[in-house]
């Protein structure tokens, strides 16, 4: 569709951001918008909805994966306004209050700067807002643990491990799953690309577990919080995966 934004399957449409992505389902005009990228990507953010042909207006909801600022960066935005509900799992709910905060330390950074790509990606994101604390005081519960009732359809999967409350979202329509941080396909500071699993600096939790869970599904297109789709058997990716951690 445009450079920003591909349809990757019927109505489910995949933006990159310069080092995050986000998904947004459409039925018909009416959109579910899945993380929203950093800060200092709201205007990137906004078009990616009028690319799909809809408007912020008529997003009827914000899924989170887990509330990094990387993912959260407009959630707020859209509810305040145009009174857009914002939803993640019950224990994330409190990460994205800001009650506790789950984030790798400028310390953890500091002692990986020596790995290829982390100077430039750290500068990167100190311009789009990695540093801000703000977190998505709006955010509240899923309404239900089944699929929910949004264009998409998605399911939301528990998948605790980069953060405490982490979930990923099932798409059985689409045979997709948008795995947020707990299986990525590429990111600034790994050294190559295809299904991986993030530095430990970057986890809060045993990923195991985690990835066990999405092994479970059946979804053949693999959308991530970083990096590019992958059309690959999830069960094959978390394979993958395991093996380079």
Request: aromatic share 6%; charged share 20%.
């Amino acid at each position: 569709m445009t450079d920003l934004v591909e349809e990757v399957a019927a109505d489910v449409f995949f933006a990159r951001g310069d080092d995050v992505n986000w998904v947004l389902l459409r039925d018909g005009k009416d959109v579910t918008v899945v993380d929203t990228g950093y800060p200092g990507y709201r205007d990137r953010f906004l078009r990616s909805i009028t690319a799909i042909g809809s408007t912020p207006q008529r997003v009827a909801a914000v899924l989170i994966t887990h509330a990094h600022i990387d993912h959260i960066g407009s959630a707020d935005h859209l509810a305040h306004a145009y009174g857009t509900p914002v939803y993640t799992d019950a224990v994330e709910v409190r990460h994205a209050h800001r009650d506790y905060l789950e984030q790798a330390s400028p310390v953890d950074v500091a002692r990986n700067l020596v790995r290829p790509g982390t100077v430039r990606w750290l500068s990167r994101v100190m311009r789009a807002g990695v540093l801000s604390r703000k977190g998505a005081p709006t955010a509240q519960p899923f309404p239900t643990e089944d699929e929910l009732d949004l264009p998409g359809r998605p399911r939301p999967v528990p998948t605790r491990g980069h953060t405490s409350g982490h979930v990923a979202y099932h798409l059985a329509a689409a045979r997709a799953v948008i795995t947020g941080d707990e299986l990525v396909t590429g990111h600034a500071v790994l050294a190559g690309t295809g299904p991986a699993v993030l530095p430990a600096y970057f986890n809060h939790g045993d990923s195991a577990p985690a990835l066990a869970r999405l092994e479970e599904l059946d979804a053949d297109v693999i959308l991530p919080g970083h990096g590019a789709v992958v059309r690959l058997p999830i069960r094959e990716a978390v394979a993958r995966a395991t093996a380079q951690r």
